[in-house]
């Protein structure tokens, strides 16, 4: 609201809504929560049984090359847009079934006020009803709702009574939503890698304006859905180039940038999560988890343990949570919450109160039950968005993505074929990028690298693959195994060549002689200790996390831990813009430059 001094002030609401499963039973209260909140070894045996095994293999490699219809690429470019008028997502912007619980003032920053709008939600009549049969309402939340909410549940387990926390706390099931970890990974890869996207970015449109520093959703996916579509292309072209054991960093790097990384944070909720495949987005949602804790992400290095840990506590006791989420996974979701408040948003004004924005969100709800109602206010009458590109843009932008790709690859290339130069990793290179402080406190000892072909001239371990994050790097050459047994037979010297037929390059960066890799488990055990440390680790503070004493802690709310990240930058508000997709391919010439060479 304009006053004498400010342009305007800001109005914090929460929003309870209820998205009910209809085709399934209630999910029983008993044993339902772990009584040792989050545990770590539990954890650590589900990573090495059920994960492990498959880990060696990329992304790609796990699950195959996608093909798929322009209609379907435009769909999942449109993932993070909201918008019900977007024709491109207009038959799932359904909100018929989902239910406004309430709408009231709260800036949901401590645990009081998610304890407070857990109350209001079970004083309606049904849901108290259906928590006195004891049941219990997964609750689907961003990281605040996760830690504040289990920090709650974690106080009455402990303490009981005497917590001041009332029993109806263990109704309520707080679960990761899988928008937040689908966006924080897509952003999290576009921030690590800016350099490199950006020189994507500028060479693509033909730009000279480097590409901002937190681009809007819509156009991280972009990037990232060329990069990976690209990749498909020339896989087996840059592959059979340089040879399937290569173990150059520099190439690794940028191979499992594409054949790993993209395509997982590009497919975790928009194919596995919305497709329903349980055990795939699960997979998944360990891998992304690597993802964060290799770049030491604050927060989200956490919440996709307490989400593993509750699903291997769960197959313990063989709840039958378990298999109402394999047939019901993509109503576990926050979508609904953020299309409503797109609703919202487009249906108020930002000088209107809170009153008047609460009583907009009801009357939306109201119009919920009359279909033709809903869509005559918030469909029909409004003119269709429509995404920045069509699929012809989306060709042509693809084309000149895979000049840029080439160009990076054609550079290794050349670096070790023609000139004879091994990139090396300096012993001194920090395993993370250090968070800015000011002169005075500047750590001289913590040294980056240089990756040329990708053009980041500041790289630190974590850019690499997860091996050099572990405490064994990946050799420059030959098997990686703690114990090579191919060096125990007597004939044959220092030890039997790593080539195609015997042995593999995994997507780590480790190598392994075939014999050596099954004596070891068929997983890498240099980076399962790291994963292992890594659990354990985080699983600590978590535990730390949830048994502080003060109630009003903010417990590492979102705007307290980003803010001491260094990947917390300010959002670009005019990234809006759509260049121009009418440019010039060097298509063919660039793959017979590369071929040649």
């Known amino acids: 609201m304009p006053i004498t001094t400010t342009t305007s002030a800001p109005v914090h609401l929460a929003t309870i809504l209820l998205n009910p499963i209809k085709t399934q039973p209630a999910i029983p209260r008993q044993d339902i929560h772990n009584l040792t909140l989050v545990n770590s070894q539990l954890v650590v045996t589900g990573i090495e049984n059920y994960f492990m095994p498959v880990y060696s293999l990329s992304h790609n490699r796990r699950w195959g090359f996608r ?7 435009l769909e999942e470019l449109t993932v993070h847009s909201y918008d019900v008028r977007l024709k491109e997502k207009r038959s799932s912007r359904s909100l018929k079934d989902t239910v406004l619980v309430d709408l009231f003032e709260s800036n949901l920053r401590t645990m009081d006020a998610y304890i407070k709008a857990i109350n209001i939600a079970a004083s309606v009549p049904a849901i108290n009803k259906y928590i006195e049969d004891c049941n219990v309402i997964p609750v689907i939340a961003d990281w605040p709702g996760q830690i504040h909410l289990r920090t709650a ?17 263990l109704s309520f099931l707080p679960m990761i939503g899988p928008l937040h970890i689908s966006l924080n990974s897509c952003e999290l ?61 520099e190439y690794l790097t940028l191979k499992d940038l594409l054949d790993n990384t993209i395509p997982l944070v590009l497919d975790i909720y928009a194919v596995f999560f919305r497709a329903g495949d349980f055990n795939s987005y699960l997979e998944s949602c360990f891998r992304v988890w690597v993802i964060f804790l290799k770049f030491n992400r604050k927060n989200y290095s956490k919440a996709p343990l307490m989400f593993l840990s509750d699903i291997f506590h769960w197959q313990s006791k063989n709840h039958p949570i378990l298999s109402i989420m394999k047939a019901e996974l993509p109503k576990f979701s926050d979508t609904p919450v953020e299309i409503f408040h797109s609703l919202l948003r487009r249906n108020t004004e930002k000088h209107h109160t809170a009153e008047q924005i609460i009583k907009e969100g009801r009357y939306i709800n109201y119009l919920r039950f009359n279909d033709d109602g809903f869509k005559e206010n918030f469909i029909h009458n409004s003119t269709w968005a429509v995404y920045q590109y069509s699929s012809r843009n989306i060709e042509t932008l693809t084309r000149k993505t895979a000049c840029f790709l080439l160009d990076c690859f054609s550079e290794i290339y050349i670096r070790i074929k023609r000139k004879n130069l091994q990139f090396t990793i300096p012993p001194q290179v920090a395993l993370v990028r250090p968070i ?27 850019h690499f693959p997860l091996g050099y994050s572990s405490s064994y790097k990946p050799s420059s050459s030959g098997c990686d195994s703690y114990s090579c047994i191919t060096n125990t037979f007597v004939n044959e010297g220092p030890g039997q060549p790593l080539t195609k037929e015997t042995g593999r390059v995994l997507p780590c960066g480790h190598a392994y002689h075939d014999t050596c890799f099954i004596q070891d488990g068929s997983k890498c055990l240099h980076c399962f200790d790291y994963i292992k440390d890594g659990v354990d680790k985080n699983v600590q503070s978590l535990l730390e996390s949830l048994c502080l004493l003060d109630s009003n802690n903010n417990i590492e709310s979102a705007e307290s831990a980003e803010s001491e990240d260094s990947e917390s930058v300010p959002e670009d508000d005019n990234d809006d813009t759509k260049e121009s997709a009418n440019i010039t391919v060097p298509w063919d010439s660039t793959i017979w430059q590369f071929l040649l060479l």
């Open 153 to 169: 549940i974690s106080r009455f387990l402990v303490n009981g009574s005497s917590s001041g926390i009332t029993n109806k706390i």
């Open 189 to 249: 890869i576009l921030f690590q890698y800016q350099p490199f996207f950006s020189e994507m970015y500028k060479y693509i449109f033909d730009k000279e304006k480097n590409l901002p520093q937190k681009p809007k959703p819509w156009r991280i996916n972009l990037l990232l859905e060329l990069s990976r579509s690209v990749w498909q292309e020339i896989a087996k072209m840059v592959e059979i180039k340089f040879g399937y054991m290569c173990k150059d960093p």
């Open 436 to 462: 800015k402080r000011k002169k005075k406190e500047s750590d001289t000892n913590t040294k980056s690298i240089s990756i040329p072909a990708m053009k980041m001239k500041e790289a630190w371990l974590c």
């Open 67 to 73: 093909s798929v219809d322009d209609e379907t690429k």
